[in-house]
């Protein structure tokens, strides 16, 4: 099975300090190699649910979406601000 590389696509300004510190844990994913996809996405909603529980504030709490961006490629994206691409390992030399 493929190996999957993570990578934190896109980021626009955060509206809140929750956006903010789901920002900060999901930058932990950026540039990491998985095994498997389950692990990748395991990882994402983990981090995402560290960064819920760790705020104490009232902030309407963003949705962590996904879509398939192509056949091989999976977006995990939080509102319109963090985007988060998994992609398929082509070659692995390790």
Do not use: C, R
């Amino acid at each position: 099975m493929a190996k999957q590389f993570t990578k934190v696509t896109k980021t626009y300004s955060t509206k809140n300090k929750l956006q903010q510190l789901i920002l900060q844990h999901l930058e932990l994913v950026d540039g990491t190699l998985y095994p498997n996809k389950t692990a990748a996405v395991t990882s994402i909603k983990k981090l995402y649910e560290v960064a819920l529980k760790s705020y104490k504030g009232k902030a309407v709490v963003p949705k962590l979406d996904y879509f398939q961006a192509n056949k091989k490629d999976l977006v995990y994206q939080v509102e319109d601000v963090i985007h988060i691409s998994i992609y398929n390992v082509q070659t692995d030399v390790s």
